[in-house]
């Protein structure tokens, strides 16, 4: 029972950003129905199997008029939809934003896509490195006279996107129960990835960033905020940013305050960079762990996932756990009276077309036609 419990969504079926938005909302208790492709019958739905968690999966012809006219009954019912094709494909098949508020004036339509409903690069294929370097951010995720570094596709697909989504169709369903009228959600990565730099936008305004990467405070220009090696060749995360947590790290590792009274200054950060190197080298891992690991340092070891899931403070709080034979991340945020929960595994396409159906108001002779005309597809 979810904070989003009774709100029902229709998701279109697709990769990346659709399904995660999916995923969240799903976990937050929404009912969401992913309509898949009925060539895809009988496969994974999405892209894998934790961001495809918790829904119904069913399988419609969309270039069947009697599937369209399906998935327009079901929109009739939705609080909100959302298609992940691009610009004008979701008219063609006849399920466009002005055909689905006709049928729904409360409907919320969210629309996932890389670079947006208009713009010169509308109907051109990318893929999240592209959004993310032209919005502004893939230029920064770089050290000092290195090159580009994609940080996975998280901020493209998942923050800018999935993300945005979810939180754009959430906006919209509540506007749509004050106002009774629903709208059309232009969800772009590129947009997303943008406001995901915000502050670095405003870092900049005031002068306290430079274009230069690897030279600023956050980017690993300061040496206080930064990854090192250890002595077993594995890393650790250090960033002691104010003042006090490094006076802690000072004082723990044995150097001297006075040498780091201008610790700020810029020209100082590559010899910084060489000292602490060379400290951190000095032991293992773990043994910094010993050391440092639940002080005001602001330290923490550098961990795959294989190793994240089974420290103590990600155990504890359960941010990662085995549900359904796979070790995958627990519903966040949490809530105190309302919490989320992952509803179930993964669904092949189609296999809930039939029992989905059947709930959202279809007779048994209806299901039986749409499966007479090809229009819907059952595993």
């Known amino acids: 029972m979810g904070p989003l419990h009774g709100v029902k969504v229709i998701e279109l079926g697709g990769i990346g950003p659709g399904p995660f938005a999916g995923c969240l909302l799903s976990d937050m208790g929404a009912e969401v129905v992913r309509v898949d492709r009925a060539q895809s019958v009988g496969r994974i739905t999405g892209t894998d199997a934790v961001t495809s968690r918790g829904r119904h999966a069913m ?25 992940p094709f691009r610009p004008g494909v979701a008219e063609r098949l006849g399920l466009g934003p002005d055909v689905c508020l006709a049928r729904n004036p409360r409907l919320v339509y969210g629309r996932m896509t890389g670079w947006g409903q208009d713009g010169p690069l509308a109907q051109t294929a990318g893929h999240d490195i592209n959004y993310i370097a032209l919005a502004g951010a893939l230029a920064h995720f770089a050290r000092n006279g290195g090159q580009p570094t994609p940080p996975l596709n998280l901020v493209g697909d998942y923050g800018g996107g999935g993300m945005f989504l979810a939180f754009g169709l959430v906006c919209g ?10 709208q059309v959600i232009d969800v772009a990565m590129v947009d997303g990835a943008a406001m995901l730099m915000a502050a670095i936008w405003g870092f900049r305004s005031n002068g306290s960033w430079l274009e230069e990467p690897g030279t600023n405070l956050l980017d690993t220009g300061a040496a206080y905020y930064d990854t090192y090696e250890t002595a077993d060749g594995k890393f650790i995360s250090f960033g002691a940013i104010e003042a006090q947590f490094f006076a802690e790290f000072l004082e723990r590792v044995g150097l001297d305050p006075a040498e780091f009274e201008d610790r700020n200054n810029r020209e100082t950060w590559p010899a910084m960079h060489e000292q602490f190197a060379a400290i951190f080298r000095t032991k293992t891992r773990d043994e910094w762990c010993d050391e440092l690991e639940g002080t005001d340092v602001c330290f923490a070891p550098v961990l795959p996932m294989s190793e994240a899931m089974h420290h103590p403070h990600i155990a504890a709080r359960k941010t990662i756990v085995e549900e359904h034979g796979i070790a995958q991340p627990a519903p966040a945020p949490r809530f105190s009276r309302t919490p989320g929960t992952i509803q179930g595994p993964a669904r092949l396409a189609g296999d809930d077309t039939d029992a989905t159906l059947a709930e959202w108001g279809f007779s048994a002779d209806e299901i039986a036609a749409l499966h007479a005309t090809g229009a819907v597809a059952q595993t």
């Open 59 to 83: 399988a419609v012809d969309l270039k069947n008029a009697d599937g369209v006219e399906c998935v327009l009954r079901m929109v009739e019912q939705a609080d909100a939809l959302m298609e």
């Open 173 to 182: 369903i509540l506007e749509a129960r004050t106002s009774g009228q629903g």
